[in-house]
């Protein structure tokens, strides 16, 4: 689906979904549902100024309804996404609840979706089961395989043959490491070594360390799920300081 018509779609189903008050209002409502602070800020942002952006080109009406957007901060945290969808489909009468940075955070969402026949949009999360989890969800980003596979291709067809591959440890992560490690087997690569983080307090400690282990770093390459600005930091360090010692060694 084309990004300019994310917005539009969704209100477009909140009308036909919604049992009966859709059409009955002047208005349909969008509880947006986004980590606007934390570690995930940067995906609510993003998808906060892109509904702003989308309504001051395109307005705000949709099929003769205006479409009213309320934007809750869950901070990626389940227990909070929880919370948020209850109040917005009790309280404030949402036709349609969307966002969801994290898949811990949709999933929260999923049974409530279910119960108030409301639809639930997922904007970015992207385990794979997700829209099993309920008949009212749909996607409109992309799903982790789908980028995995295509690293995994990529990588082969460059000539790398081994990989050490980094993922946080909650769902998402296992499902990239799956569907990566999958692809890059079948075409002949090694997965040398297949490391986990945590998700809330990531240590980045065995990154440098399978960096000293690979020989002069040609074969490491890194795939990153979840906080991956400070992984590749950490990553940068280590070569900084392989090439530090490299360079006093005597010649």
Known sequence: MHRRSVLAATAALGLLLAPGAGWAQDSVKIGLILPMTGQQASTGKQISAAVRLYQQEHGDTVAGKKVEVIVKDDGAVPDNTKRLAQELIVNDKVNVIAG????????????????????????????????????????????????????????????????????????????????????????????????KVPLANPDFAPVSAACRRCQAGRDLRVRAVGPGRHLHEAIRRTRSRQGRHQADRPR
């Open 100 to 195: 969801f940075g994290v898949t811990p955070a949709a999933l929260a969402a999923a049974p409530l979706a279910t119960e108030a026949k409301v639809v639930e949009v997922v904007m970015a999360a992207g385990t794979s089961i997700i829209t099993e989890r309920s008949p009212y969800i749909t996607r409109t980003s992309f799903t982790l395989p789908q980028s995995s596979v295509i690293i995994a291709d990529w990588a082969a067809k460059n000539g790398i043959k081994k990989v050490v591959s980094i993922v946080s440890d909650y769902a998402p992560g296992a499902d990239a490491e799956k569907s990566f490690s999958e692809r890059f087997k079948a075409a002949g690569g090694e997965v040398t070594e297949a490391l």
